[in-house]
């Protein structure tokens, strides 16, 4: 079956640093872009970024540039969402999303990321 | 960036009857005669779930009550006759800027 399965929620304290994976099966991983979602409490979608994991080449959406990190192990077929320094306005859930054909049609579960002090 | 604006924010419909989601780019998204605007259905607890591509290409396993039209900078997503489990959020996205992805705010769907 060809699916993306996300880690588990996680509860943070601001400041400290949080890596979260998407890991692919069912299909080559390093065919195929992937990209990071944000949906905050009661709120919509927000496109994050994406990778592409045979080569790592990864495009930022200019909200996100520099306050967030994406990377990919290809070897583990895993892609990862990671912070620095969490703020409690990173409270959300986080999607990953395989591209094909260019449109975002595989989704992951879902990783709940909730920051309080 | 490409803003998307959907319309209405929110839309109660009888069952059996037709729902109408509207959403507008801010610049076209019509590149080589193919639209690159998706729609997604997102239903409580859940990830999004593509419904429509290239504007009006259903999704395989998406039901033919749904279908998508327009072009350039104006798109509609159609429902044509609703049932109970289309009760959801639906969201617009544009894939025209490459890997640079907005989506429209969102319309929120319920039964009248």
């Known amino acids: 079956e060809v699916q993306l399965v996300q880690s588990g929620a996680e509860v943070k304290k601001p400041g400290e640093s949080l890596k979260i994976s998407c890991k692919g099966s069912g299909y080559t991983f390093t065919n195929y872009w992937i990209g990071w979602v944000r949906q905050m409490p009661g709120k919509g979608l927000e496109w994050m970024g994406i990778?592409?994991?045979?080569?790592?080449?990864?495009r930022y959406s200019p909200s996100f540039q520099g306050q967030v990190t994406i990377s990919a192990d290809k070897s583990i077929s895993t892609a990862h969402l990671q912070w620095s320094s969490l703020k409690a306005s990173d409270t959300a859930m986080y999607y990953c999303?395989?591209?094909?054909?260019?449109?975002?049609?595989?989704w992951g579960q879902g990783t709940t990321v909730t920051v309080s002090s | 960036d490409i803003v998307m604006t959907q319309s209405p924010d929110s839309l109660a419909v009888s069952l059996g009857e037709r729902a109408t989601i509207n959403c507008k780019s801010s610049?076209?998204?019509?590149?080589?005669?193919?639209?690159?605007l998706a729609w997604y259905q997102q239903k409580p607890g859940q990830p999004p779930k593509l419904l429509i591509y290239?504007?009006?290409t259903r999704e395989s396993g998406v039901p033919d009550r749904f279908s998508g039209s327009g072009s350039g900078t104006d798109f509609t997503l159609t429902i044509s006759s609703l049932q109970a489990e289309d009760v959801a959020v639906y969201y617009c996205q544009q894939y025209h800027t490459p890997l640079l992805y907005t989506f429209g705010q969102g319309t929120k769907l319920e039964i009248k």
């Open positions: 290239w504007a009006s």
């Open positions: 990778i592409y994991p045979r080569d790592s080449d990864t």
């Open positions: 610049q076209s998204v019509l590149y080589s005669n193919k639209n690159y």
């Open positions: 999303a395989r591209l094909g054909g260019g449109v975002p049609a595989l």
